[in-house]
């Protein structure tokens, strides 16, 4: 599938300046975000289309190039193999165009292609799932946590040489990252053999990280859960991700919550919902009841005479509270009107007793039945 053009990814016109496009992206990856479009399933490849578009023309002499020669001045490089048209391995045409383009326009832009810009690389930002129970959500909590990262080496201070000394330019590429070399009427570069394209070499590697500049280790971090968390909250913690390379900063660390289900109380975002069992007897002459609240908390609520299964009670402020302020939630009462099983012979007769006096106490049942009559009788004729 054919690659949309990049101003039509951002929405500018061709010759918007940097600003314009710089606003185009901001508008786009917050209409985009992965986040905030989970019920989207290409939502994800769009938003990596936009960054892609952006890391395009927001650099002049990438835009330059894509300006010139579209698409086509990116190509090289990101596949390999073979390609048709009589250019083989790695001497292909796109490789052999962008080396043609850089021996014209390098100077011109002012940039050193090549390995010198990956010697210092961010690290990876990293992921952990948390699990907190409701309590701590609704207060919030300060949480220790074990993250296994990769982390700068103490005995090289990072560099991957041994003893912290700095690492050397290659002298195979001069510290470029890459090499030339003439096929033909064209100039073919390729990646430094020697140095990997870092540009750089170590000669005495660091014995405990083998020259990496990162060795492996569990951190005891402390998190602080904010009261109001909800099941999809986001924590980042900057600079807690893996450690970069040849002294790039760190990643950053997300924690991602999980609210444990809780075994009392239901909660729909800021509210709360606790289902309570009545006997009929209560159900029917009303009474009091005595329900928990979150924070451990006890409160007495009048059961109205005559209340049905599903009769819901507000108490205002029992819920949970907004996160980073903003107010707090309520607590409903459901009432459950339960009926009595594994009677006794006596409670039997006492039932029927109370069953034929109150006939005319039962409006929903005289109600629903006076209705069936009638459809009968309709039916009929």
Same mark, same amino acid.
């Given at each position: 599938?054919?690659?949309?053009?990049?101003?039509?990814?951002? =929405?500018?016109?061709?010759?918007?300046?940097? #600003?314009?496009?710089?606003?185009?992206?901001?508008?786009?990856?917050?209409?985009?975000?992965?986040?905030? %479009?989970?019920?989207?399933?290409?939502?994800?490849? #769009?938003?990596?289309?936009?960054?892609?578009?952006?890391?395009?023309?927001?650099?002049?002499?990438?835009?330059?190039a894509y300006d010139r020669f579209g698409h086509a001045a990116f190509e090289g490089g990101m596949g390999g193999g073979r390609r048709p048209g009589g250019f083989h391995g790695q001497g292909d045409f796109a490789s052999t165009f962008s080396d043609v383009f850089d021996d014209l326009f390098g100077d011109f832009m002012g940039g050193q292609r090549g390995g010198g810009r990956q010697r210092a690389a961010r690290g990876s930002?990293?992921?952990? %799932?948390?699990? /907190? $129970?409701?309590?701590?959500?609704?207060? @919030? /909590?300060?949480? $220790?946590?074990n993250v296994p990262t990769s982390v700068a080496c103490a005995a090289c201070s990072g560099t991957g040489a041994e003893g912290g000394a700095e690492p050397v330019s290659c002298p195979t590429c001069s510290g470029m990252g890459k090499v030339r070399a003439q096929q033909g009427f064209f100039t073919v570069e390729r990646t430094c053999p020697t140095c990997s394209g870092l540009g750089q070499i170590i000669k005495n590697p660091c014995q405990t990280c083998h020259g990496a500049g990162r060795v492996e280790k569990e951190r005891s971090l402390s998190v602080n859960i904010p009261a109001g968390v909800e099941t999809g909250t986001r924590i980042r913690l900057a600079g807690e991700g893996d450690a970069g390379t040849r002294g790039g900063p760190s990643g950053d660390l997300y924690i991602f919550i999980e609210v444990a289900e809780h075994e009392i109380?239901?909660?729909?975002? #800021?509210?709360?919902?606790?289902? /309570?069992?009545?006997? /009929?007897?209560?159900?029917?002459? =009303? =009474?009091?009841?005595?329900?928990?609240?979150?924070? @451990? @908390?006890?409160?007495?609520?009048?059961?109205?005479? =005559?209340? #049905?299964t599903g009769k819901q009670m507000r108490l205002r402020g029992k819920g949970m509270p907004a996160l980073r302020g903003g107010g707090q939630g309520d607590m409903f009462i459901e009432l459950v009107v339960e009926t009595p099983v594994n009677l006794t012979a006596k409670q039997k007769e006492l039932l029927r007793e109370f069953d034929a006096l109150s006939a005319e106490n039962n409006p929903q049942s005289s109600n629903f039945f006076t209705k069936v009559k009638n459809f009968w009788d309709e039916m009929k004729g």
């Open positions: 599938m054919a690659k949309r053009d990049y101003y039509e990814v951002l =929405g500018v016109a061709r010759g918007a300046s940097e #600003q314009e496009i710089k606003k185009a992206y901001r508008k786009k990856a917050r209409e985009l975000h992965p986040d905030s %479009n989970s019920h989207k399933p290409d939502a994800e490849a #769009q938003f990596k289309e936009v960054n892609e578009a952006y890391d395009c023309l927001k650099d002049p002499e990438k835009k330059a930002d990293l992921r952990y %799932n948390l699990r /907190v $129970t409701l309590e701590e959500a609704y207060g @919030g /909590v300060q949480k $220790t946590i109380f239901k909660r729909d975002a #800021q509210h709360l919902f606790c289902q /309570v069992p009545v006997s /009929v007897a209560s159900a029917a002459l =009303g =009474g009091e009841i005595e329900v928990p609240s979150i924070d @451990g @908390g006890r409160s007495r609520v009048k059961v109205p005479a =005559g209340s #049905q």
